[in-house]
């Protein structure tokens, strides 16, 4: 499956900004890819929706995304197909009802889930949240995210099946893998 021929360009027009930028894994980098600007736009957000919609196998009972950034997809991916969802907390909250939760929502035991994200530097945040949702006897059966902005495949993410709608090349930066 690739998606929608116009979908590079126009993440890249709403959301590729250059300068000098720290990434969450501590590399430097020209390029950054702010997921803010193009979860915040419904037209962008909606046609995103659709194409991670395309990825979603079979079967599955459930969505879910990783706070903060992934849960506008989410949502629209959840209002698209009619899947319920959960967001998984980076840190467990600690005030409220929902006190030492670190997911958000009704999730049962052996569910099979599909978690979104938004853009993956090293896989740290996916697959901890992945395995968060693995500890609560979930089935990941998939991890898929906007942009797949890692110089190398593979890493922390081989431990779940994965895939990006696009690649930084597709932004017309960085290298083809």
Known sequence: MSPAPDLAARVRRAALLEGDFVL?????????????????????????????????????DRLAGVELGAVPLVVATALRTGLPYVIVRKAAKEYGGSAGRAVEGVIEDGEKVVLLEDVVSTGTQAVRAARELVGLGVDVVKVVAVLDRRDEPGGKLEEFPFVSLLKMHELGVGKRD
């Open 24 to 60: 969450s894994s501590g590399k430097r980098s020209p390029f950054y890819v702010d997921k803010y600007l193009f979860s915040t736009e419904p037209d962008l957000l909606r046609d995103i929706a659709a194409e991670l919609s395309e990825t979603l196998p079979g079967g599955i």
